[in-house]
């Protein structure tokens, strides 16, 4: 059983909550990818891959096929639940699934060649930590990968308020500056970035996976509905409406560094 922390208790209980919800949402997005993650990761055959707050498992499944052995961990009972579920679905095989905390991984030194984490990022109290240890248990000349949302820096704030306001668990959504320069703290030295937009997508399908605990729904909707009637973007979500719809688009990157 993972060391537990305030934070993490609220991590567990809102992706408890969330999991069944969020596996649907992931799935019905994954039509929007465009361009096969394996590819832009530069997944080989002869690699050995750590999935970190792997959540649902999406993206473990996707990259288990490219790769010699997968791991997916997350702290979240429930959501590696969802992930083994989804793996009995699509029939892949090496993968294995292991409850426990990002930023102690319970893996020696140098145990994997590819080691990701995606859309997990924005909920860590001590990215640094997690980075850290991504990169501890990455062997030399392996790649490690972040790919979260990443609002423009003068939107961020905004950003992190509308969030907390919706998933209590979240933290702060890194700008690429500032995820570049948790890799140069590690000395990773330069990183290759790839950016792109996840949306167009109903705010109303975001707020079904969300459990906020000071505000509604109804609210959360409303205040971005007014962002979006405003053309303003005060909130970073680019909102807009469509068919009587709010409709929000994510700006995410990938973050790559090859560990020297």
Not at 44 to 54: E, G, K, S, T
Request: hydrophobic share 40%; with cysteine; charged share 20%.
């Amino acid at each position: 059983m993972p060391k537990t922390s305030p934070h993490n208790e609220k991590i567990v209980d809102q992706h408890t909550r969330q999991a069944s919800s969020y596996a649907q949402l992931t799935q019905s997005m994954s039509g929007q990818i465009r361009a096969p993650r394996h590819v832009a990761i530069g997944a080989r055959p002869d690699d050995i891959l750590l999935d970190i707050a792997c959540g649902p498992g999406s993206l473990t499944l996707e990259l288990a096929p490219h790769v010699a052995r997968a791991t997916g961990l997350d702290i979240t009972p429930a959501m590696l639940d969802e992930a083994r579920a989804a793996q009995a679905r699509s029939g892949v095989q090496n993968v294995e699934w292991v409850q426990g905390d990002a930023a102690r991984l319970p893996f020696a030194d140098g145990s994997f060649s590819l080691v990701t984490c995606s859309a997990a990022f924005h909920h860590f109290e001590h990215p640094a930590r997690i980075l850290a240890e991504m990169t501890r248990v990455c062997r030399s000349g392996g790649r490690i990968v972040v790919s979260d949302v990443t609002p423009d820096a003068d939107k961020a704030q905004a950003y992190d308020r509308m969030e907390m306001m919706r998933d209590p668990s979240h933290r702060h959504a890194h700008c690429i500056p500032e995820l570049a320069e948790l890799g140069y703290e590690l000395e990773l030295g330069e990183a290759v970035t790839q950016s792109s937009l996840a949306g167009p997508m109903a705010y109303e399908a975001v707020l079904d996976t969300s459990f906020p605990e000071q505000w509604s729904r109804a609210d959360l909707l409303e205040l971005m509905r007014e962002d979006a009637v405003s053309g303003a973007d005060r909130n970073g979500f680019k909102a807009q409406i469509a068919d009587g719809k709010v409709l929000v688009t994510y700006p995410m990157s990938t973050i790559i560094w090859t560990r020297p």
